[in-house]
């Protein structure tokens, strides 16, 4: 899920998620610290980056014997944990569930798939009655597991903590039809920045989606984009996915609401990496990106009355998560994390607890001899020992600096001295509603002194992983 929707970019119809924001602090500088689903999991989940366990693509996952979770340090001081949907990505987000979940009182429920008549992961309108639409057997589910939760507590006292992820936005985009009634799809706007500017290495770029519109695949590359009538409709049903899952949202909040919980309980919301809908010519993930790291973030939390409403530009990472969401509800902060407690900003939104950001996406699929100046493949199904290249990325309140550096598949480290690709986009004045503004000129040549001065502080950062 993209972190420009409703009121803070595209038009996309969200009531309940804005309703939800004006109870917490909605965080506009959140970021993943890899932009595909698990890898990404695997990092939030334990507070601990992708370099720290080695985890770059769907094939390893951390060691279940060195390292907890939010869940399972929840677990292991009181709460009743109960998951569903992605959580995880491995294991239909079961993974190492009986370490993590109270899986003896309620099953981890894993997470299924849609079939759509049109439309695959590269998109595509995906309309369906809600009984065959997978989300939504999860909210039912989720009202199962979250009742019997919330009965418990006020029978024993036993504090909950319930984790549901749901699968909208991911393609194929399944919502009901009155979902994509409420747009009209020749109004949407495509973005005006279609292609890669010349100025960005092709390396920056993954060909990695077939763009389709009702099962019609569409070419496209760094230099030509597909269609606008092929940009509005993936968007159109899109958007529509983002309000379906508000939909969900916002019945599971009424729950918590008609027990009088409401008020009584931390409520996080975010995702796990964002989307690209055709800015530079880029479609889905797996990149560097403002579009495609950056992700919505939003807390609720009890009797913290100064962030309630309040938008603050303290930058997170996701792994923040894991030892702030502790400290929030009283517990103590995880050992041997990488994450931050940044748990102060609630009580002055205006602080800036942090104001840096680090992620990284790996390169497969390339000659090493051919250079930087070429479209990559993902990573997800290529063992670590095999990549070709890993690119870091530092992101600042005035500029994201990308360093693109060859893999050693022998040590699992990047050659810190050999040859490198820059990326360098100014953000000044980056009021955070508009990712097609942004990061479309490399500024490396004409800004030397910042590239420089970014690349020491990425690689100090990046060398203690």
Request: net charge negative; aromatic share 12%; glycine share 6%.
């Amino acid at each position: 899920m993209r972190a420009d929707w409703g009121e803070y970019g595209l038009p996309v119809v969200t009531p309940n998620l804005d309703a939800l924001a004006k109870d917490s602090l909605l965080f506009e500088h959140a970021f993943c610290q890899m932009s595909v689903c698990s890898p990404s999991r695997q990092s939030f989940m334990t507070s601990r980056r992708p370099d720290t366990n080695q985890v770059w693509n769907f094939i390893d996952a951390n060691p279940t014997n060195t390292t907890t979770a939010t869940p399972g340090h929840f677990k292991d001081h009181g709460y009743l944990t109960l998951g569903l949907g992605k959580t995880f990505h491995e294991n239909g987000g079961a993974w190492n569930a009986d370490a993590y979940w109270s899986t003896d009182i309620k099953p981890y429920y894993q997470y299924g798939s849609n079939h759509c008549p049109h439309g695959n992961a590269g998109g595509g309108h995906c309309i369906l009655p809600d009984d065959q639409i997978w989300d939504y057997t999860l909210l039912q589910v989720t009202f199962e597991y979250l009742d019997f939760a919330m009965e418990n507590y006020k029978n024993t006292s036993q504090p909950f903590y319930v984790m549901t992820g749901f699968r909208d936005p991911h393609a194929p985009w399944a919502a009901p039809q009155r979902m994509y009634d409420l747009y009209n799809e020749s109004a949407i706007l495509p973005p005006q920045h279609k292609v890669l500017d010349p100025s960005v290495p092709k390396i920056a770029w993954s060909h990695q989606l077939s763009v389709i519109t009702n099962g019609t695949s569409f070419p496209f590359d760094p230099y030509h984009a597909v269609p606008d009538w092929v940009n509005q409709n993936n968007r159109h049903a899109y958007y529509a996915a983002v309000s379906y899952v508000d939909e969900h949202i916002g019945q599971t909040l009424a729950k918590l609401k008609a027990a009088d919980l409401y008020d009584d309980t931390i409520i996080l919301m975010h995702a796990d990496h964002g989307y690209a809908l055709g800015e530079h010519g880029m479609w889905e993930k797996k990149s560097n990106w403002d579009m495609a790291v950056r992700v919505p973030l939003m807390i609720k939390v009890p009797g913290k009355p100064a962030a309630a409403g309040r938008v603050t530009s303290s930058y997170t990472d996701l792994v923040d998560i894991f030892p702030t969401l502790a400290v929030l509800a009283g517990l103590p902060a995880p050992d041997g994390v990488d994450g931050d407690d940044v748990s102060a900003v609630f009580d002055n939104p205006t602080t800036l607890v942090k104001s840096v950001a680090y992620h990284q996406y790996p390169a497969c699929g390339m000659a090493v001899s051919a250079g930087f100046n070429v479209t990559r493949d993902e990573c997800n199904s290529t063992p670590k020992n095999q990549f070709n290249y890993m690119g870091y990325t530092v992101r600042t309140p005035d500029w994201r600096y990308t360093l693109w550096l060859v893999w050693d598949n022998v040590t699992l480290t990047p050659d810190w001295d050999g040859v490198r690709a820059e990326e360098l986009y100014n953000h000044t004045n980056d009021n955070s509603s508009s990712f097609d503004l942004w990061e479309n000129v490399n500024l490396v040549k004409e800004h030397p002194e910042a590239a420089k001065a970014l690349e020491t502080q990425l690689v100090a950062f990046f060398q203690k992983h």
